[in-house]
């Protein structure tokens, strides 16, 4: 059995229509995103992929004002790191929420950021 | 193992350069192995650091093109990328293939040119050193990252923006003591506080420069070491990796391999926080040296803020960090940093800082610190 349960590419695929996936270890339950061979907490190599609900808790954010070249959105766009209910993370770019309104503890909503050639983690109001 | 010195440094002035990546680190090798007082021909292999050649110049095998352009183009030569670590990352290895007897005089360094190129250019090039799945389709820059880690560190501990421009002016009192600094003037709380934001809640004086230059030191086993009294010894060299992905980092206030990278060091060398007498870590952003303060042992985590506005930090008080001005005054070439570091330390435990010499300095630490904080290499040193 060497073949994985899910790869960035199949996440991102799922995340496109809407889907958040994570996955879960057999051994002793660490939801991971992304993929890894090993569980970083066990070492065992049991996962099986798990559905999220998208919904979660700003932990920390930020403003970028000056962006790379090539940046997704013109600046100024807010990106997070988010704790989703399942108690994984995940960091994405905020759509639809003002500024003033970011604070950690604020509940949002996963949303993908289609791109022709690119998905994009985005999180929205909840 | 046998004990490992450094018996030479050079550093090019830090700032805008009409000079390749390779040549400025050709300049400061040249520098270094006239300060070591030996002869070019004694150097069996380099270990060179660069990060942004491939994007900036079109250059990649660069280790081969600086041992050329340094005159020495039959030497054996590795080129290290480990974001802003790299010369820090080459050095640990560099101090191995002493240790282990693989040869006597082995070279480490680094250039980089990033001045060349436009901002929002390098701005991207940087935020190569993110992940490229999650974090740069974001649009997060490095900035950014520090931001984040800056947020959490408020939010937990009730560390203020003054607290972190406080920083910003010490390391800025400091480079205007350095004549090889990018910045040599000295600036107020309130010009940090005034300037623009970059990533709320850092501000463009909460951030350093893009900087060229190069760095070299020279490493020997003992047995070669003909001037000892010059000798500054490598007590223990420790790096450490944390996961690459800033949405698994389980504490955004800290920088857990800071803290395994210190402990191993410390543990190596025999020593703890509190035998440190002067320290060259990584101030990439303000919020950096506070977080890198606490990961070391020197303050609580959460009082970091408070040292450095108390001047705990500075020249004169309790521990002075980043004497040279660190990467916010000095700059911030980023894969010669490393090399830059190590030789300000080495300077200042041969008491030959000048205005800037940090009082009693006989036992140095540096902190070099990689990227989204996944990489981070700490080496202490000291005089017989």
């Given at each position: 059995m060497t073949e994985r349960v899910i790869t960035l590419k199949n996440f991102f695929e799922e995340a496109r229509a809407g889907r958040l996936t994570a996955i879960k270890c057999g051994h002793c339950g660490e939801l991971a995103?992304?993929?890894?061979?090993?569980?970083?907490?066990?070492?065992?190599?049991a996962w099986s992929a798990v559905p999220l609900s998208g919904m979660g808790t700003v932990v920390s954010f930020t403003i970028i004002r000056v962006p790379p070249r090539g940046a997704p959105a013109p600046a100024p766009y807010a990106v997070a790191v988010v704790k989703l209910d399942e108690g994984v993370s995940l960091l994405g770019r905020v759509v639809d929420?003002?500024?003033?309104?970011?604070?950690?503890?604020l509940p949002v909503r996963f949303r993908p950021l289609v791109a022709e050639h690119q998905t994009g983690i985005g999180f929205g109001p909840a | 193992m046998r004990r490992v010195a450094v018996i030479g440094v050079g550093v090019t002035r830090f700032g805008k350069h009409d000079l390749t990546s390779a040549e400025l680190f050709a300049q400061a090798a040249r520098d270094a192995i006239i300060d070591a007082d030996?002869?070019?021909?004694?150097?069996?292999?380099l270990y060179y650091g660069n990060v942004t050649g491939g994007e900036g110049e079109h250059q990649l095998h660069l280790g081969p093109l600086a041992a050329t352009l340094l005159g020495l183009p039959t030497i054996p030569t590795t080129r290290f990328e480990n974001a802003c670590a790299t010369s820090h990352a080459a050095f640990r290895h560099a101090v191995t293939e002493i240790a282990s007897g693989s040869s006597d005089v082995v070279m480490v360094g680094g250039g980089e040119r990033v001045l060349n190129v436009p901002t929002e250019a390098a701005t991207e090039y940087f935020a190569y050193?993110?992940?490229?799945?999650f974090e740069q389709p974001a649009g997060l820059t490095f900035p950014g990252v520090f931001a984040l880690i800056a947020r959490a560190h408020m939010d937990k501990y009730g560390t203020t923006e003054e607290q972190m421009a406080h920083v910003a002016v010490k390391n800025h009192r400091h480079g205007a003591l350095?004549?090889?600094?990018q910045f040599q003037n000295e600036i107020t709380l309130e010009t940090v506080l005034k300037s623009a934001y970059v990533a709320d809640p850092l501000k463009l004086f909460d951030c350093c420069p893009f900087t060229d230059g190069g760095a070299a030191i020279i490493l020997a086993g003992e047995e070669v070491v003909r001037a000892r009294k010059r000798a500054v010894w490598v007590l223990g060299t420790q790096a450490a990796t944390d996961t690459?992905?800033?949405?698994?980092?389980?504490?955004?206030?800290?920088?857990p391999a800071t803290e395994r990278a210190a402990a191993g060091a410390y543990r190596q060398a025999g020593l703890g926080p509190a035998d440190v007498d002067v320290v060259e870590l990584h101030d990439c952003f303000t919020i950096a040296e506070i977080v890198a303060t606490e990961g070391l042992g020197f303050f609580e985590p959460g009082t970091g803020g408070f040292a450095a506005e108390k001047g705990w930090t500075s020249l004169g008080g309790k521990l002075p960090v980043n004497p040279s001005g660190g990467l916010k005054a000095k700059g911030h070439p980023i894969g010669a940093t490393g090399a830059a570091q190590i030789a300000e330390i080495a300077t200042q435990l041969r008491r030959e800082a000048g205005p800037r010499q940090a009082d009693g300095a006989s036992i140095g630490l540096v902190h070099t610190l990689g990227g989204n904080a996944a990489t981070v290499l700490v080496s202490l040193f000291g005089r017989d």
């Open positions: 995103i992304p993929p890894k061979e090993f569980c970083p907490g066990c070492q065992q190599r929420i003002p500024f003033e309104a970011l604070k950690a503890g | 030996i002869s070019p021909s004694a150097i069996q292999a050193c993110s992940d490229a799945s350095n004549p090889k600094a690459m992905f800033m949405h698994e980092k389980r504490d955004l206030s800290r920088v």
